[in-house]
């Protein structure tokens, strides 16, 4: 198995750094069933190529496998996990760049955290579904994708393909964000995995999914492909659809960016216009909006805030709580609650947002949210956005509302005159925007009110 990394970035000998191997030296790292070799075959200011090469050993492999294998005994021995990158491939390239993955780089740590020119390669990848699915998985992520078919025999042609493609990713991403789609899409791709998958699997997904998993277009397929048993993907395809409380349609939005990421951009973006340095994410799920907020220094204290015990714990998991220091411990907060009782602890922000959540109430408890968030605790400034039920008719699959759990969803009036009586009554200005591609006869499919102390 063959993968190749290069950069054109200069110096393009930032690669080794960024990798944490020497271009210099060639270095074997033993694995339960092979070895991989890492080594620079060009390492020049202009241009620099690292190779992940695995030799796998089948005896070790089938050894390895124990009593309880699936495969009949000559299968073992005799199939393509010696020579086509899978999830033994993906394995290695985990432990190989563990550190690379990670993003951290104490001697080039702001180039770590940047997006550069890569190109990966890939000799001989399993698709089960040929160059369109490459193309599905990985386009989205920013890869131009060249995905071209390996013939079961140059020679016959007329024996067609094989499931077999060779792969090139061309773009400019963060190398350690490449690494963990890496490590997610190939076995994916190949939806097969030669070790047995235990309940913490769900978690090295999340973990290796963070900061792109939640928005691909295709997750959940992705998800499926990688899991496979059926008790754990529902697991994960439980606390995805949590991730993006729009959940069941996936909201597009457009080609290059879905919905859920623009919605939160445009928050982000407001809470930065607002100057608002205390926030308080209320009916945070698990923290689709913490985690940008977290990432920025702008924001001193920050506070979740849901009902449910399980979307704060994955929530927690999501910021790395176990690894926060004191610092960190006082600047963020996790908090349940009900947003329906008055709680002091929502007084004392600058800007509460309320992000796709009003709309997973009871019309009938709307008025006590109103009084526990305007009322009550009175920030600064609030933030709710909401769907716009105009939009719906631009989804050809959708049936009713967007999510199995919307009480209701409002057109652009009904949220006008609703936001309106609530700035009216508790002393607010509000101003109304929409998030997403905005069509003519429908407006965007997020709209999204901003209330201002008058």
């Not at 024996?159 to 994916?188: F, H, I, M």
């Not at 909201?251 to 879905?258: D, H, I, K, L, Y």
Request: negative net charge; glycine residues 8%; hydrophobic residues 40%.
């Amino acid at each position: 198995m063959l993968l190749t990394i290069s950069t054109t970035h200069s110096p393009a000998t930032d690669l080794g750094y960024l990798l944490h191997k020497h271009p210099d030296r060639v270095q074997e790292f033993r694995q339960p069933f092979g070895t991989a070799t890492v080594f620079y075959p060009e390492a020049t200011e202009e241009r620099c190529t690292a190779a992940l090469v695995l030799e796998v050993d089948p005896i070790a492999l089938a050894r390895g496998r124990g009593r309880n294998s699936p495969d009949a005994s000559l299968a073992q021995y005799i199939n393509d996990r010696p020579y086509a990158a899978s999830s033994l491939f993906a394995v290695t390239l985990a432990d190989v760049f563990s550190t690379a993955r990670t993003g951290r780089c104490n001697s080039r740590q702001e180039l770590a955290d940047s997006a550069i020119d890569l190109t990966i390669t890939i000799a001989a990848l399993p698709c089960r579904g040929g160059p369109d699915l490459a193309e599905r998985v990985f386009a989205p992520l920013g890869w131009q994708v060249q995905a071209t078919p390996v013939p079961y025999d140059e020679q016959l042609p007329d024996w067609g393909e094989s499931r077999y493609v060779s792969l090139t990713l061309n773009g400019t991403v963060r190398l350690a964000d490449a690494l963990n789609q890496l490590y997610v899409l190939l076995p994916a791709l190949d939806e097969s995995k030669h070790y047995w998958q235990g309940p913490d699997e769900v978690d090295k997904l999340f973990r290796s999914g963070e900061g792109w998993l939640a928005d691909h277009p295709e997750r959940e397929l992705i998800t499926r492909r990688y899991l496979g048993p059926r008790e754990l993907t529902r697991d994960a395809l439980d606390r995805l659809a949590q991730l993006d409380p729009a959940g069941v349609v996936d909201e597009p939005g457009s080609a290059e960016r879905p919905l859920a990421v623009q919605r939160r951009e445009a928050v982000l973006a407001t809470l930065g216009e607002l100057g608002a340095h205390a926030v308080i994410d209320l009916g945070c799920g698990p923290g689709a909006l913490l985690a940008p907020l977290a990432a920025d220094a702008r924001f001193t204290r920050i506070t979740g805030v849901d009902v449910s015990v399980r979307a704060l714990q994955q929530a927690a998991r999501r910021l790395h709580r176990d690894e926060w220091d004191d610092r960190q411990r006082t600047r963020i907060q996790l908090v349940q609650g009900a947003l329906t009782y008055t709680d002091p602890r929502f007084a004392g922000y600058d800007a509460a947002v309320l992000m796709e959540v009003i709309e997973h109430l009871d019309l009938s408890r709307l008025d006590a949210l109103e009084r526990v968030v305007f009322g009550d605790a009175r920030p600064g400034a609030v933030i709710v956005t909401t769907p716009n039920s105009e939009y719906n008719s631009h989804y050809e699959d959708l049936h009713g509302m967007r999510h199995h759990d919307h009480r209701f969803e409002w057109d652009r009036a009904t949220f006008e005159a609703w936001t309106a009586g609530v700035a009216d009554r508790h002393g607010y200005a509000v101003t109304i925007h929409g998030i997403g591609d905005d069509d003519r006869l429908t407006g965007a499919p997020t709209q999204m009110a901003v209330f201002t102390h008058v």
